[in-house]
């Protein structure tokens, strides 16, 4: 159970008040781990829910979940009157790609950035108060669209006044879990022995990459990227058909499905299909530890003092 949590994940529903750091610090501290490291930031005060944590070993698997877009629930205030339809004239306006320049008070560097909105609805209003579910790309400060949107509507002017992450790309509040309810879990392992809810909570950290494409690889190729080498096509056994070259993240498991590395693609899915040599993958983080699996691996000089590793199998290959 212990090397569980050190390759963990869980979903924390954070509640107002603590800052995302301090949520993970908190996680940390009561599973007794030596690290652990939140995705998406949480602002402190009136924000609260779905807050990914990635426990020990498997904060090496963190780029996976940085840029998966997010749901809002929004409470929104107007500062003067508007009717409902010139209000969702302004909220169609405001999905789409939009420009955006974070607020003083962030955690990034105060530059023009073209954001992504998914979808603006609003779902219910009592006078001055709106509710507005928000599907966003990851990086867009909800403050500052209720400010944008409160400009548009004529220098009406509007504030974010409580912010609710529902969704966090395909995790869902649904799944999360509040910190004394983890934390009780933690002590009904710790004192008696009993892992079935902590194991309910707690997933593995294959559980933060099942959105990603996927490439399987031989048991004999498992050393070498554990070891940082890129990833050959002779090495893979089997792949999913959605995989993108050009930035797009893969998922590379053993064939007992578990997380080996991250990395990122050099060939698509039909292209390695196609091809008996090169390099499909470029391993960018290594989640799995050295020497988990046996060195079946060699090297070989290709010239310059440079040495490359070269997984061993050659067979053929399955596309799922």
Known sequence: MDLYLKYGFVVIDKPRGPTSHEVAAWVKKMLNLDKAGHSGTLDPGGVSGVLPIALGESTKAIPAINTLDKEYIMVMKLHGDVDDEKLRAVLREFTGAIYQRPPLRSAVKRQLRIKHVYELELLERDGKYVLIRMNVESGTYARKLAYDIGEVLGGVGANMRELRRTRVGCFTEKEAVTLQDLKDAYMLYRDYGVEDLLRTYVKPVEYMVRHLPKVWIRDSAVDAVCHGAALAVPGIAKLTNNINKGGSLVAIMTLKNELVALGYAEMT???????????????????MKKGTYPPMWKRRNTGGGKAEEKPQGSEGKSQQ
């Open 269 to 287: 899915s039909d292209e390695i299909m196609r091809a008996q040599r090169g390099i499909a993958v470029k391993t960018t983080r290594v989640v």
